[in-house]
């Protein structure tokens, strides 16, 4: 499939297009950016900045992927942001390049992001995520797979969120969701498991019920962090693949446990 750029696009010199991208009407391509094969720039969206995208993504009208840090501390260079595949970015969305030269912002595989929605300079995140409109990722965040951000949620610089982990809609996230939990409410707490999401990724029942017995020992037994971890090493299955990854997390976070 050849290249298809319509005649009132501007695609800077130096931009690198592979055949099959497909850039609509007055769209914007800056002079730095490359863009592999099947992607498709529609009318009205810009792609700027030292951004490199993967194959077969949607960039809809007048999101702006690859805009300039909002960070004060940019110091100048050509900070990076890096895209895989499959990734839809809706209207009026926008995405930015890191602060410091040498950095980069990521997006994985396969994330929906939705309208007016906002991924800041540095965030790290990973597959699948949904991330409704109006959401927003302040710098540095960290989003595991299979994550579900509702409608308007603001999540605070360097926070963390878990593999299948969902916030619920207007949340305010000021700490670390961790794995296969949802969180909700301002601040944001951990409330229940992410059991619907958990399902639709296809855990057997015996996953889902040990999830709920890690969530109980965290949550729900007015223990603290070092007493629930203790327990759960100590009464679950600690080599199981669904508790290694909530110890994991638990135990590199930072900023604590919403």
């Given amino acids: 499939m050849p290249t298809d750029i319509h005649p009132t696009a501007i695609i800077e010199p130096g931009a690198e297009l592979d055949e099959g991208v497909v ?8 002079p730095m950016v490359k863009i592999a094969r ?19 993504n949607e960039v809809y009208p007048y999101a702006y992927v690859g805009g300039k840090t909002h960070d004060l501390k940019y110091a ?13 970015f809706r209207e009026f969305t926008t995405v930015h390049c890191a602060t410091a030269e040498g ?30 409109s109006h959401a927003a990722l302040g710098g540095h965040v960290q ?20 593999d299948h982990a969902m916030i619920g809609a207007a949340s305010k996230v000021v700490q670390d969701v961790p794995p296969f939990m949802i969180a909700d409410g301002n601040p944001a707490m951990v409330r229940t498991t992410n059991k619907v999401g958990l399902e639709r990724a ?32 100590a009464e679950l299955p600690a080599d199981h693949m669904l508790v290694v990854t909530f110890l994991a997390f638990v135990e590199s976070s930072e900023r604590g446990l919403s």
């Fill in 103 to 132: 950095g980069e912002t990521v997006v994985g595989d396969h994330n929906l992001i939705l309208a007016y929605s906002h991924i800041a300079h540095e965030c790290v995140v990973g597959d699948h995520l949904v991330m409704s």
């Fill in 202 to 233: 296809g855990f057997a029942l015996e996953d889902l019920n040990l999830v709920r017995r890690v969530f109980k020992m965290f949550y729900k037994e007015g223990l603290n962090r070092r007493q629930a971890t203790e327990k759960l090493v």
């Fill in 23 to 30: 850039v609509g009407p007055y769209a914007y391509i800056g």
């Fill in 38 to 56: 099947g992607t498709e720039i529609m009318h009205h969206a810009t792609v700027d900045g030292a951004t490199t995208m993967g194959p077969d």
């Fill in 143 to 162: 989003i595991g797979d299979r994550v579900n951000i509702g409608w308007g949620s603001g999540l605070h610089q360097f926070c963390r969120v878990g």
């Fill in 76 to 88: 100048g260079g050509c900070p990076g942001l890096r895209i895989g595949a499959k990734n839809v």
